[in-house]
């Protein structure tokens, strides 16, 4: 049995900001999580064609904002003129995309835990891991730096699909830890999460049962589960031994 590191994180997990409540990956969203109780929070991750990282799930920009195309094709500039709020609702037209070191600055600011998902653009894996954890660890290095008399903030969570874009953040900023995340469990993924010096597994939330997250921490991995939206598979989890629920109600689950 390995040890497992130290675990300072929530419980709960704010999945894209505040679920569905809001926007997904938009300030507006984050803001709206924090006053729902969350002090963590998942997000997206990639780049734009000059290398900003910004927040978007999708490789597409039709789904979630009034552009078209592939995000990771157009540039900054024209990406922050996107209004990504008016496919949710009225209230939030004209939300904008915001950048990574966007939110970085607000849960910095709140004193907030982030799990980073890295989600690149097809082909750019490697290259996004590099940046977004090389700019990831310098934030919270600046931070930490800017007020020595406050308590170090936590350090972002790296998560991936993608085991190039894991590896690439691992030589990036090697002290940042890092999830692999699962939606099944594929041949060779316990050799890569190893090699990848990963601290967590992120598992879509059916492939938990009791003894896999027994064997998970017997290995030394944290257990996370993704997107837990009932109270009762919640618990099930937690009762389990579950480390962190990742959700979208936030109104009705969690703080």
């Known amino acids: 049995m390995k040890p497992m590191t130290p675990w300072p994180y929530p419980c709960w997990i704010a999945h894209r900001g505040a679920g569905q409540l809001a926007p997904e990956n938009t300030l507006a969203a984050f803001r709206l999580g924090a006053r729902h109780g969350y002090r963590m929070f ?3 991750a990639k780049l734009s064609a000059d290398g900003v990282a910004f927040l978007l799930h999708d490789a597409t920009l039709e789904r979630t904002t009034n552009g078209q195309g592939q995000a990771g094709d157009q540039p900054w500039a024209a990406l922050a003129r996107l209004d ?3 496919w ?3 209230p939030y037209a004209g939300e904008p995309l915001p950048t990574l070191q966007d939110l970085a600055r607000f849960c910095l600011r709140q004193g907030h835990a982030l799990n980073i998902e890295i989600k690149p653009t097809p082909g750019q894996e490697s290259l996004t891991g590099r940046l977004v954890a090389e700019q990831a660890a310098r934030w919270w290095a600046e931070q930490a ?5 406050q308590p170090t903030p936590l350090p972002p969570l790296l998560t991936s699909f993608q085991v190039a874009a894991l590896a690439a953040a691992q030589a990036a900023a090697p002290a940042l ?3 692999l ?3 099944e469990f594929w041949d060779g993924w316990q050799e890569a999460a190893q090699a990848l010096g990963c601290t967590a597994l992120v598992c879509h939330h059916p492939l938990w049962t009791q003894e896999r997250i027994a ?3 017997e290995q030394g991995w944290r257990a996370l589960a993704y997107t837990v939206n009932q109270a009762e598979r919640a618990q099930q989890l937690l009762d389990w031994g579950l ?3 990742i959700t979208d109600r936030v109104d009705q689950l969690g703080p």
């Open 42 to 44: 998942e997000c997206d």
């Open 84 to 86: 990504a709020g008016s």
């Open 88 to 90: 949710h609702s009225g």
């Open 145 to 149: 730096a800017s007020q020595p008399e």
């Open 177 to 179: 830890p890092r999830g």
């Open 181 to 183: 995340l699962l939606h």
């Open 215 to 217: 064997q998970a921490h």
């Open 243 to 245: 480390d962190c629920v």
